[in-house]
């Protein structure tokens, strides 16, 4: 693949960035997974026993926190369209959100207990044009917002992560009408020029 500038720039802070060196000493398979602890650390999303939907969970750092932090008693359930090396206490579905078999087959799997946390860290592939990116990304939060409704108990959780720009208040009012707490959230661990931001939904409710 040939490097542009922006990417060989990427690489390069890539290869220095604490986060990614923490990363492999601490044997994480992505930098994401300090953003997570840092989210947990403030607002506590875990229980022991609790069931969790990671969607966009490949390379599975979050999905590894997830697994560690509910323990033998809960259940940890994973998708991503790309593949992903299996984890202890993991349920790992390849395929896309917008694959209605897909997503059907996810569905069918889960029992009565129904999920407590849905965590949403997907992202689409970043072209840098702003005019194509937002949609996709609001798309993307958009089906993960009706999954979280299907599986959702009341009184449930979902962690999504945004980008700032265009759509963003219109689905954090969406948000709204199904969570009756939503708060922004920039971890340290989130590069301070990147656009993302992961909005929490607390106590989820049916209309
Ligand atoms: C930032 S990465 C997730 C990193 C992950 N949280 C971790 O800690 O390892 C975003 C993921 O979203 C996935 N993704 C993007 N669009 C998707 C879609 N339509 N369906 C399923 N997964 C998708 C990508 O394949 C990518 O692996």
Redesign the pocket.
């Known amino acids: 693949m040939k490097k542009t500038p922006s990417s060989q720039r990427w690489l390069q802070e890539h290869h220095s960035d604490s986060y990614v060196l923490q990363a492999r000493k601490e044997g994480y ?2 930098r ?2 300090y953003k997570l602890l840092e989210i947990d650390r403030r607002d506590r999303l875990f229980r022991p026993g609790m069931v969790v939907l990671d969607l ?7 999905s590894q926190i997830a697994a560690r932090r509910v323990g033998p008693k809960g259940r940890v359930v994973a ?4 593949a992903m090396p299996p984890l202890p206490g993991v349920e790992f579905h390849q395929g ?3 694959d209605e078999e897909c997503m059907d087959k996810i569905l069918k799997s889960l029992d009565e207990r129904g999920i407590d946390l849905v965590i949403s ?4 592939n970043i072209s840098g044009v702003n005019a194509v990116d937002l949609p996709r990304s609001i798309y ?1 939060a958009e089906l993960a917002l009706d999954v979280a409704r299907k599986v959702l108990h009341p009184g449930g959780d979902m962690l999504i992560k945004l980008f700032q720009g265009a759509g963003l208040d219109d689905y954090i009012k969406e948000l709204r009408r199904s969570f009756r707490k939503v708060a922004h959230r920039k971890p340290q661990a989130s590069r301070a020029r990147s656009r993302e931001v992961y909005v929490l939904g607390r106590d989820f409710h049916r209309e």
């Open positions: 398979r992505s994401a997974a966009g969970a490949a390379p599975g750092g979050w998708l991503d369209r790309l896309d959100i917008d860290d997907m992202a689409p993307l």
